[in-house]
């Protein structure tokens, strides 16, 4: 904000011109009047004027001088008041000339004066007209500072305003962002658990399928077996009595081998609790390589299910039944085709 610098006089600058000319003027008819009067004229005072008749003799005799004279005398004495009253008269007027003179000029000098007294009056009227033109114009750009630091501060606040209004909006829409995108994660976790319960439900149906049929299945060689014992008789019994003693031997050591494998691939889910118990059943080639793992009984809880059929398959392949198959294919095909496994939190072992 700029602002134009105006030179103003000082009080004692605007107040010493008008007085120089105040005195300059009464001065001046200070002067002018006592010229007026040193240069007017006195008058004596009146004094009694003889008016004289000279009266030229042709003989200077006896008989006629002292009656000329007395006929003289009374007719200047007859004159004299006259004469008194008409010198009077001119005083007067001269007196009264002078004083109407001394008038004029006093008259000349009060107007004068007047004059000098209604300029410096005029001069003090303009003074003090400019001083409070002077500070009208103070008071005014004050004003108007005042009213463009009102309008600033004014400026200030709004946008201030406008700022907190704007966080506020930003921090709505950044909660409601959040809160969208929990309800998105509820819902998907929600359609997740909705999806494993029905693959689990799906799971278990094809597990029910898969027991019913090696029921069957079962049932179907049981009663094979049992008509093969009734032909062979007790010879037969006894040689398969033998296989299925060293046969379990067998298992129970690979059964140690496969749960080493799966105990260390299995990662404890956090709804895992103790006491419950999932089996499993895994499909596996002569080179030891699990095909499949599925479960047949659930314990209840489809995470801890699905931790127990994931750490069969993350064992990927078993390289000491390739040996089993190769020296006893018979056996590795009764026994481990498919195994059923065990799974327990408390022990992690089958």
Same mark, same amino acid.
């Given at each position: 904000?700029?602002?134009?610098?105006?030179?103003?006089?000082?009080?004692?600058?605007?107040?010493?011109?008008?007085?120089?000319?105040?005195?300059?003027?009464?001065?001046?008819?200070?002067i002018l009047l006592f010229a007026s009067f040193s240069s007017a004229p006195e008058f004596e005072p009146a004094r009694p004027i003889v008016q004289a008749t000279l009266v030229q003799l042709d003989s200077m005799s006896p008989s006629t001088t002292p009656t000329d004279q007395k006929i003289a005398g009374e007719a200047q004495q007859s004159r004299s008041p006259r004469a008194d009253e008409e010198a009077l008269e001119k005083q007067r007027e001269q007196q009264q000339a002078a004083e109407a003179a001394r008038a004029e000029q006093a008259e000349q000098a009060r107007q004068a004066e007047a004059e000098a007294?209604?300029?410096?009056?005029?001069?003090?009227?303009?003074?003090?007209?400019?001083?409070?033109?002077?500070?009208?114009?103070?008071?005014?750009?004050?004003?108007?500072?005042?009213?463009?630091?009102?309008?600033?501060?004014?400026?200030?606040?709004?946008?201030?305003?406008?700022? !907190?209004?704007? &966080? =506020?909006? @930003? +921090?709505? #829409? *950044?909660? /409601?962002? %959040?809160?969208?995108?929990?309800?998105?994660? $509820?819902?998907? !976790?929600?359609? &997740? =658990?909705? @999806? +494993?319960? #029905? *693959?689990? /439900?799906? %799971?278990?149906?094809?597990?029910?399928?898969? $027991?019913?049929?090696?029921?069957?299945?079962?049932?179907?060689?049981?009663? *094979?077996?049992?008509?093969?014992?009734?032909?062979?008789?007790?010879?037969?019994?006894?040689?398969?009595?033998?296989?299925?003693?060293?046969?379990?031997?067998?298992?129970?050591?690979?059964?140690?081998?496969?749960?080493?494998?799966?105990?260390?691939?299995?990662?404890?889910?956090?709804?895992?609790?103790?006491?419950?118990?999932?089996?499993?059943?895994?499909?596996?080639?002569?080179?030891?390589?699990?095909?499949?793992?599925?479960?047949?009984?659930?314990?209840?809880?489809?995470?801890?299910?699905?931790?127990?059929?994931?750490?069969?398959?993350?064992?990927?392949?078993?390289?000491?039944?390739?040996?089993?198959?190769?020296?006893?294919?018979?056996?590795?095909?009764?026994?481990?085709?498919?195994?059923?496994?065990?799974?327990?939190?408390?022990?992690?072992?089958?």
């Open positions: 904000m700029s602002t134009r610098y105006q030179y103003r006089p000082a009080a004692s600058e605007r107040y010493s011109s008008p007085l120089l000319k105040a005195v300059g003027l009464h001065l001046l008819v200070a007294k209604r300029k410096e009056a005029e001069a003090e009227r303009q003074a003090a007209a400019a001083a409070e033109a002077q500070e009208q114009q103070k008071a005014a750009e004050a004003a108007a500072a005042a009213e463009r630091r009102k309008a600033e501060e004014a400026k200030k606040a709004a946008e201030a305003q406008a700022a !907190r209004e704007r &966080a =506020a909006a @930003e +921090a709505e #829409r *950044k909660k /409601a962002e %959040e809160e969208a995108r929990r309800k998105a994660q $509820e819902e998907a !976790r929600r359609k &997740a =658990a909705e @999806e +494993a319960e #029905r *693959k689990a /439900a799906q %799971e278990a149906e094809r597990r029910r399928e898969q $027991e019913r049929v090696a029921r069957e299945q079962r049932e179907r060689e049981a009663a *094979k077996a049992s008509a093969l014992n009734e032909l062979l008789g007790e010879e037969t019994e006894y040689q398969q009595a033998q296989a299925d003693r060293i046969g379990d031997q067998v298992a129970a050591s690979f059964d140690d081998v496969i749960r080493r494998y799966v105990s260390q691939q299995w990662r404890r889910p956090p709804t895992a609790r103790n006491g419950m118990v999932v089996e499993v059943r895994l499909s596996m080639l002569p080179t030891g390589q699990i095909t499949d793992a599925v479960v047949i009984r659930s314990s209840g809880d489809p995470g801890f299910d699905q931790s127990a059929v994931q750490a069969v398959k993350n064992v990927g392949r078993i390289p000491e039944m390739q040996q089993l198959s190769s020296e006893n294919p018979a056996e590795f095909n009764r026994l481990y085709r498919q195994r059923n496994l065990r799974f327990r939190p408390e022990d992690l072992s089958f």
